[in-house]
Structure formats: structure tokens, C-alpha cells
DNA sequence: GTCTATACACTGATAGAC
DNA sequence: GTCTATCAGTGTATAGAC
């Protein structure tokens, strides 16, 4: 083979997500990413020096993708009720589309719950200095207004993000449960949730 | 040690998922499991044949604590908002008593989604005959009236079950991303969550 | 950089004494 | 029923040839 080096520790970094994914930093095995990479086990230490390493640096980038979007939309300017159809539709269908990443940092950020600290303090930092006064600030205007009752802007982020990613996390459950497994009546349901869920949390607020 | 059989299988199971609920199916070993018990690896074995077979008795121990409670209330002849209000405080409480359950069950299933369908067919088929028709009759005579607009059962029961469980399972995340990684004013949140919850839901479909 | 071969540690499971 | 000792298998990691 004469693949460059960037080639190479990239296709390993995409064979770690597709087994870390599935089965978990417990669950993997360094066999299985190497035959998922085309490779030998040997070379996923010769570029990560062990599995520690490697799940490090696949569940970085995992939370890469997701994190930075909650705060994206709520510093923007729009007005609320717009903000929050936004972001609803913009998280759902990232996460419509990669269903399996939120069960996953849930997992491992529940096997070693001292790391997300590390990953986050500074992007917390910003979300506790910048998005939330900004947030709360435009609810307080418009309950000044008389067009929404006043709401602590943590209750309606995590109400946002509870409504779009426990349908996703929890599917195989509610999917049996609810839907008596199946899939395709189950993947409708999702789709139309989108909209209840703006709908939802918008009606909650708005004095009508 | 002159023990009864009965006395050291529950002990073996206490122990077990102690060290399953933290450590997963994966992560837990066997020698732990013994550790927190008192007792040898051996006598694990001689109890349940396998490590898988201990976990699975683990497994359905902590299900059966928590599906029941999803159809009781909602059979039950209480008015539909009384129903609402009686759900998320039952199931809050019983959940931040027992905060790693539900994190550890969709760990699990996402581990193995098959073993999930197996263990609640027949549960699925009772609330799919019983709970969500007497639901939906419910819902559709008070939009009758007038008192409601409209909602499909299961999407109320999803948003119930999302804004109760979600902020549990994803604690470790959102306490740092939100709150500065305070667990005080994370509990804080938590406690005054319920009441916020059923309050959201009402008046989401309440027409005033 | 990539491979094969192998060292080394750990873990689930069993055998056998008491 | 409970223990100690041990086996067999598997998994991470390294050595060394190419």
C-alpha cells in the first residue's frame, strides 16, 4: 500500500467511530477496528499509541459535531419564537441523521463522567457568560411585552433538547413499547415531532 | 459463613447490579461484582451459570421497577390533567432516587436492541390494547368539549417521558454546559423540574 | 509505514478440596 | 455451599523484519 500518512490515521479514525459508536470504549476491539479500517492492529498503535488514545480523540470529534451547535442559534437575533422553531428543526434532522451519537456520549460520558469537565469548562464558560444573559434577556423583553409568561431559559433549553433527543436515545424502548417495533411507524412519528415540539414549547410560553 | 442459598443469591444480585448499573454489561468484572458481594468469583458461577445469565437477571430486576408505573396512572379514571401532574411527580421521584437506571437501560439496549423486544411483547401488546385507546378517548371527549385542542396520545406520552427522564440521563453533560458543573444548583433545577413540566404540558393543550 | 509474530496481563469459567 | 487453585481464551500492546 502507498498511502500517505494523513490517509491512513484518517481511515482509522473512521473505523474507531463506527466500532466506538456501536459498541462502546467497553464493548470495541482493537481487531474489529482494524478490519473495519482495512489495516493491522499493530498500525492503529503505531498512530494512536493505545485504544485510551484513540477513543480520546474519536470522542472529541464526535462531540465536536453537536456541542457548539445549541449555542449557534440562541446568540443569533431572530426573534424567540423563531429561535426556537430554528433550532429544533436544525437539531432534529442532525440528529435524524446520525441517531446513534447521543446513546453513545451518554454512555461514555456516564462510564467517566470527570472527562466531559475537561472537554467542556471552556465552552460552558462561554455559554454561562454569553447565551444565557442574551437569552434570558429577550425573554424578559418580551414578557415585559405581555407576549410570553417569563421562563428561565435553562428550563426551556433543556426542554428543547429533552423533547428532540430522548425520542432518539430511547427509540429502541419506545419503539416496542409504543409502536409495537415498528420501524416504519416509528420514523413518521419523528418526523412529525419536529413541529409538535416547536408548537409545544412555543404555546407554552405565549399568551394568547 | 452459615448463609441460607436464598440470602446469598440476593446478595450476589445486589451486588451485580451495584457494579452492572455503573459499569455496564462490558465494563463490569466479575471479580468486582464478587468483591462488592463478599464473596468468591466462584460461587458467581455456581448461583448463575455466566456472567451473561447474571446480568440478565440484573437486567429484568431493574425493568420491572420501572415500565409498570407508565401504564398505571394512565389507566386510571383521573381527570386528564390530574393524570399529568400524577405521572411526573411519580415518576420524578422515583427517578432522581434511582438517577443511573435509565442511563444504564439504554445503554443496554442500544447494546443489544434484540434482547429489549423479547423482554416486553407482551407488555407493548397490553398498553397498545388498553392504555392508548383509554387515552385517546379521554383526549378526544375533552377537545370535545372544548377544554383541549387535540394530541395524539403517544406524542404526549414521548414529551412526558423526555422531559422527565432526559434531564437525568444527560446530568453529567448538562450540569457543566449549563451550571457550571454546580450539582447543587443542578438539584436545585431538578426539584423544581416536575412542577414546570406538568405546568408546560397543561398549557400546551389547555385553551384558556 | 506496514506487516507478522509474540509477549504479557486479564477475565470468565471450571476442578476439586473441604 | 464455599473456598483455593488453575485453565483456556482473549485482548492490548510491543518487537522486529521488510
Known sequence: MVELKQDTENKILEAAK?????KGMDGARMQE???EAGINKALLHYYFRSKEKLFEAVFKDVLGDFFPKISEVMLSDLHLFDKIKHFVKEYSNLLYGKPYIPGFIIMEVNRNPQA???YFSSYAEKIAKANLPALAKQILEM???GEIRPVDPRHLIMSMLSMIVFPIISKPIVKVILFQNNDEDYNQFLQQRADYVSDMIINSIKIK
Open 143 to 145: 414578557s415585559k411585552n
Open 18 to 22: 463506527i466500532v466506538f459508536l456501536q
Open 33 to 35: 477496528i482494524a478490519d
Open 116 to 118: 466531559i469537565t475537561n
